[in-house]
């Protein structure tokens, strides 16, 4: 029987439900009264989406129907940042949306002040883009796991927990 248990703390989304997000998005652009003459496209990069569509209102619509899409697929709404909308030619209108993905160092090293703070018997260590919690109860890390979740609308990420041992 091991004498310490830990777990991983990371800001994570599952790419492929993304990838069927959009796919189920566009078919729905394209089939919609209100969107179907916009010429609307939605392109995933490596770490952004690009929405390209005729107006503003067109734009908001499509927004709306990502944020359904997503949530019947369990993603996480903060997984979207929003970027400011540009106008492109032809009196068309595009938008950057960026995917949080990871912990920054700064969001790991207030975690990490959070949970040293209030949960004394476990240690916590920043490992790249995670943060792994060590502690010798199970105990101990179920209420750092819930501390964690209480915390995790006050920083707007989304957070998983992995590896749980």
Do not use: C, H
Request: glycine share 4%; charged share 35%; aromatic share 6%.
């Amino acid at each position: 029987m091991a004498d310490t248990y830990s777990f991983d703390v990371v800001s994570d989304f599952d790419r492929q439900e993304l990838v069927n997000a959009l796919d189920q998005l566009r078919r729905e652009v394209g089939q919609r009264y209100d969107l179907k003459d916009s010429n609307s496209e939605v392109l995933l990069e490596e770490s952004s989406i690009i929405i390209s569509t005729a107006s503003d209102m067109t734009l908001k619509a499509v927004e709306d129907v990502l944020r359904q899409k997503a949530t019947k697929r369990n993603l996480s709404l903060k997984i979207f940042d929003f970027q400011s909308v540009e106008a492109s030619g032809g009196n068309r209108v595009r938008q950057e949306v960026k995917l949080r993905k990871g912990l920054s160092q700064e969001m790991a090293k207030k975690l990490s002040k959070v949970v040293r703070e209030k949960i004394k018997k476990v240690s916590v260590s920043i490992q790249g883009e995670s943060l792994r919690i060590v502690g010798k109860s199970k105990d101990d890390l179920q209420s750092a796991i819930a501390l964690l979740r209480e915390q995790e609308e006050e920083f707007d990420i989304p957070l998983q927990f992995e590896n749980y041992r």
